[in-house]
C-alpha cells in the first residue's frame, strides 16, 4: 500500500522538476551562462495522496544536469537533468525494491528519468520584494514514456561559491498524473496526481 506511494517518486522528474552524490566543482572550460548541478546541495521529492487520507513523500539520491542562465535574459534560459531511478528512497527498503520493478519504474528496462526544456517565459520579474519566477515547458520521460509538461520555477538566489566560482539557485513544483507513464498500479488506493519538487543549487 505505502509501496505503491513510491510509485510517484518515478514520476519526478522534472517535472521537473529535478540528489545525493559528491559535488561538482565548477568547471573553468563550461561556456559562459552554464551552470552545472551539484547534487549534494540539490534535492527531488516527490509526494501522492495514500488512501484518501494522508499525503505521503519520498526522494530520488542521484540528479545530474546543467542549467543554463543569464539573469539580463532569462526567458533564453534552458534545463535539462538525469534521475536514475534506482535512487528512490521512501524509508523503506522493501517498498523502494517494489517501485524499481514492473508495477513502477521498471529501472531494469528503464533506467533513468530525465527532462529537457523546449521553452522558458518570464511568469514574474525579479523585484526587491519578489523572486523571479519561470514557467518552464518540456519532455520528461519516465518509464519509457515521453510527456510534455509545465513546471513553475523560482530563483531562490545567486551569489558566490565557497570556494571560488558562483552559485544559483532554482527551486520547480509541478504535479503530474503517473497513468500518463503507464503508471497505473493500485490507483484506487494512491493518488494518479503526484506532486513533484526539484530544489537545485549549480555552479560554474
Not at 517565459?121 to 514514456?145: F, I, S
Not at 538566489?157 to 497513468?179: D, K, N, Y
Amino acid at each position: 500500500m505505502l509501496q505503491s506511494l513510491s510509485i510517484l517518486g518515478g514520476l519526478v522528474l522534472g517535472a521537473a522538476l529535478l540528489v545525493p552524490g559528491p559535488a561538482t566543482a565548477p568547471s573553468t572550460t563550461v561556456e559562459d551562462g552554464v551552470w552545472t548541478i551539484d547534487a549534494v546541495h540539490s534535492t527531488a521529492l516527490f509526494s501522492a495522496v495514500h488512501l484518501g487520507a494522508s499525503r505521503f513523500y519520498g526522494r530520488f539520491n542521484e540528479l545530474s544536469g546543467e542549467i543554463t542562465f543569464d539573469p539580463a535574459k532569462p526567458e533564453a534560459s534552458s534545463v535539462k537533468f538525469t534521475i536514475p531511478v534506482d535512487s528512490v528512497d521512501t524509508n523503506s527498503s522493501k517498498r523502494d525494491q517494489h517501485l524499481r520493478g514492473p508495477d513502477f519504474f521498471s529501472s531494469k528496462e528503464f533506467a533513468t528519468a530525465s527532462f529537457e526544456s523546449k521553452s522558458v517565459k518570464v511568469a514574474q520579474k525579479a523585484a526587491d520584494d519578489k523572486p523571479l519566477m519561470l514557467e518552464v515547458t518540456g519532455e520528461l520521460e519516465l518509464a519509457g514514456k515521453k510527456r510534455e509538461v509545465t513546471a513553475m520555477v523560482e530563483q531562490v538566489g545567486m551569489g558566490p561559491g565557497s570556494r571560488g566560482g558562483e552559485l544559483v539557485g532554482f527551486e520547480a513544483r509541478l504535479t503530474i498524473q503517473r497513468s500518463d507513464f503507464g503508471i497505473d498500479y493500485m490507483l484506487g488506493g494512491l493518488s494518479d496526481d503526484v506532486q513533484l519538487i526539484l530544489s537545485v543549487e549549480a555552479a560554474r
